[in-house]
């Protein structure tokens, strides 16, 4: 069964730090990736999409993707309490169809 | 004003009704997903639609039936509803024409089954 792995958390960091999130995926033929950030009881929202090996940088978030080891992160920089959310890593995988495939979540708190 | 809209946003029902949940999106996207999401389960896909003569079952399809009425319109039913269909329902759009299947959800639904 095709996969997308990420720990559930809680990752903690203070206020002002690299908070950096990961996910690994078990289809070496994936093509795109994506990060989502879900708010408490809302709906998840698009922050980056990443599609080759590398950094992609947006603001205070980069993506890195690294096909040959099959994991993608997601790094915040000046961490801000109203960054604290849950953090969905989603994978369009070979022969998936053109659908994502969502790990579970990692919550990540920002504390003062 | 929202470009994916779900209606209604909460709804509490009782085993064996049926309930309809609507989703509508003004970004003109071809595609449509329906999705459930519980804790420590994450999202998961129920039904898919690329245009509307398409539909096609998910990862959990199973007690649930969808109707693509236009291309802005996307119906999720449950024929009979039981207690495990309680979550958190979500309908998201993409565009065939766009970036690789970036998908963008509307507010959810969140269901109630008692």
């Known amino acids: 069964q095709k996969e997308v792995e990420q720990n559930s958390g809680p990752l903690s960091v203070p206020e002002g730090a690299i908070a950096s999130l990961n996910c690994t995926y078990s289809?070496?033929?994936?093509?795109?990736f994506f990060w989502y950030r879900q708010y408490s009881g809302k709906s998840p929202e698009l922050i980056m999409s990443i599609y080759s090996n590398g950094d992609k940088e947006d603001g205070r978030f980069t993506a890195q993707l690294n096909k040959a080891s099959q994991y993608v992160s997601l790094l915040i920089r000046d961490s801000q309490p109203s960054d604290s959310a849950t953090y969905l890593c989603?994978?369009?995988?070979?022969?998936?169809?053109?659908?994502?495939?969502f790990g579970t979540g990692t919550q990540l708190k920002v504390e003062l | 004003d929202a470009d994916v809209t779900q209606t209604p946003r909460n709804r509490i029902t009782k085993t064996g009704k049926r309930i309809m949940l609507e989703c509508s999106q003004t970004?003109?996207?071809?595609?449509m997903y329906w999705y459930r999401q519980d804790p420590g389960l994450g999202l998961r896909l129920i039904y898919y639609s690329f245009d509307v003569k398409d539909i096609n079952k998910g990862e959990i399809s199973d007690g649930y039936s969808v109707s693509r009425q236009a291309q802005a319109k996307f119906s999720l039913s449950l024929e009979s509803a039981i207690p495990n269909q309680t979550a958190l329902y979500f309908c998201a759009t993409s565009d065939l024409s766009g970036t690789d299947n970036e998908q963008f959800f509307g507010p959810g639904t969140r269901l109630t089954v008692l």
């Open positions: 989603a994978v369009n995988m070979e022969g998936g169809g053109n659908k994502l495939t």
């Open positions: 289809d070496r033929g994936s093509q795109s």
């Open positions: 970004k003109g996207h071809d595609r």
